[in-house]
């Protein structure tokens, strides 16, 4: 049986959530906390990050060598883990830009097409 190259919705989701990690990262580093603020504001609100999701996420990064971990202080003065874009995973992130420019672009095309 030929396996299905598309990827499932779970796997965009998580795509699109890595791909939002990695750019709120070329900011500079920053402890997961911040990281789900950053996504949340400048999303006005409309993406909300779970914590269910997002250290999972980040752990995955880390695993793919996209992202790097250091411990510090936060705002408040407490231990955190701080999460570092990696030259890997910044070079990921052109390309899952790119591909996701492409990507709303076609369905942008087609729903111009239905609303005909």
Do not use: C, F
């Not at 959530?17 to 900011?27: E, P």
């Not at 980040?58 to 407490?78: K, Q």
């Not at 955190?80 to 942008?108: D, F, N």
């Amino acid at each position: 049986m030929a396996k299905n190259k598309t990827p499932s919705s779970q796997e965009m989701l998580q795509g699109t959530l890595d791909m939002l990690i990695l750019q709120t990262l070329i900011l500079g580093p920053a402890h997961g906390h911040t990281i789900a603020r950053v996504i949340e504001q400048t999303s006005e609100d409309v993406l909300q990050v779970e914590q269910g999701s997002l250290y999972p996420a980040l752990h995955r990064l880390a695993d793919r060598g996209w992202v790097s971990s250091y411990w510090g202080a936060s705002e408040n003065n407490r231990k955190a883990k701080y999460y570092k874009l990696t030259a890997k995973g910044r070079k990921q992130l052109l390309a899952e830009t790119s591909r996701w420019q492409q990507m709303v672009e076609a369905i942008g095309r087609v729903l111009a097409r239905a609303a005909e």
